[in-house]
């Protein structure tokens, strides 16, 4: 286990000379070059430490406490996105594997790999003096070429779709497991209420990193903002341009006279966090109408290109509303693995 001290002095000179409050450091005057000097390297560490102290305290409490954890949690100052990022790398990084002269957004970017691939990263990140920056274009990059180069990749993931309620039949996911929710619920007015019980699921199982982008009407489009944005944060809106003349929308007392030419495509992400981080266009040219196994099936292709831009290899992809599987083909053929749920069969 690496040893974490704050202040580096068995006689506690340092300790005697500094006074820590909440607003500043207070030295005293007679302090010596040479303990300013090493007070300073003290800092760096805690500051370098600080993350990981948090992400462990946290696993303590969630494991020691349970509901009173909650509870505690939500007295502290802290902004709940950072607390979600640090206990998640935490819980993925053992104290044991972590490495010294890395700093932990360094490790964040490897916490959702397994051991074997997070300790291979880490070692190249070390041995070469990769910046954060590099290492997250080195892992984009190598994983990608890996992809490309080994055609057993591709596929070597079952698309696993439930038959089921999504909100008992997804039940078993881990939290903070999922990189992206692509789905396409129900538009009717009766189905209103699964939006936020689709938000309370996503709020769950979303990785820091994760987002949640659903396909939606126009017409109940303030309701369904209203009820995702209960549980998670807005990030931004897509929009998914329709093939051909497009159609006259049939929702609606009285009905709106509007050739509907495009879909909306909502994005969002965890209460607090920071989001995604990929540039991304918000103007989708859709593939045209594929029908053939779902009345709203949404076309394969289309479903790639989202993929593509959102996840890299080993991703987990989930879609609660999974119809005839559309968005786990899509993901089979990118190799991501994909769990989704469907009320009803296919055949049905």
Not at 102 to 116: D, G, I, R, T
Request: aromatic share 10%; with cysteine; hydrophobic share 40%.
């Amino acid at each position: 286990m690496n040893e974490i001290v704050v202040w580096e002095d068995s006689d506690s000179t340092l300790a005697n000379q500094v006074e820590i409050t909440s607003t500043g450091l207070v030295i005293q005057s007679s302090m010596s070059f040479e303990d300013w000097e090493r007070l300073g390297f003290s800092l760096q560490r805690a500051n370098r430490a600080i993350h990981w102290w948090i992400g462990d305290w946290l696993r303590f409490g969630e494991c020691k406490y349970g509901e009173k954890y909650a509870q505690a949690l939500d007295e502290t100052p802290f902004v709940q996105g950072t607390l979600q990022n640090d206990v998640w790398v935490a819980k993925h990084i053992e104290i044991s594997r972590r490495r010294e002269n890395l700093s932990f957004n360094h490790h964040s970017e490897v916490a959702k790999f397994e051991p074997e691939e997070q300790d291979y990263w880490l070692d190249l990140a070390e041995q070469n003096g990769w910046t954060q920056k590099k290492l997250r274009a080195a892992i984009k990059g190598g994983r990608n070429d890996k992809a490309r180069k080994t055609p057993a990749l591709l596929g070597q993931f079952d698309v696993d779709i439930r038959i089921g309620d999504f909100r008992e039949v997804l039940s078993d996911l881990e939290d903070q497991s999922v990189k992206l929710i692509l789905t396409d619920p129900p538009y009717g007015k009766e189905y209103l209420p699964l939006w936020e019980d689709l938000a309370v699921f996503a709020s769950r199982v979303l990785r820091p990193d994760g987002a949640l982008i659903a396909y939606s009407g126009q017409f109940y489009l303030p309701e369904v903002m209203a009820m995702l944005s209960s549980h998670l944060q807005w990030w931004w809106l897509c929009g998914v341009a329709h093939r051909g003349p497009g159609n006259l929308t049939p929702l609606g007392q009285p009905v709106r006279k509007v050739i509907n030419q495009f879909k909306p495509l909502l994005m969002f992400v965890l209460q607090n966090s920071t989001g995604l981080d990929v540039v991304f266009g918000d103007l989708i040219e859709g593939c045209g109408s594929e029908k053939e196994k779902h009345n709203w099936q949404q076309p394969v292709s289309e479903a790639m290109a989202i993929l593509e831009t959102f996840c890299e290899a080993g991703d987990l992809v989930v879609d609660p509303f999974a119809g005839s599987g559309a968005f786990g083909e899509a993901a089979r053929q990118l190799g991501l693995p994909f769990v989704g749920a469907e009320i009803l069969t296919v055949s049905e």
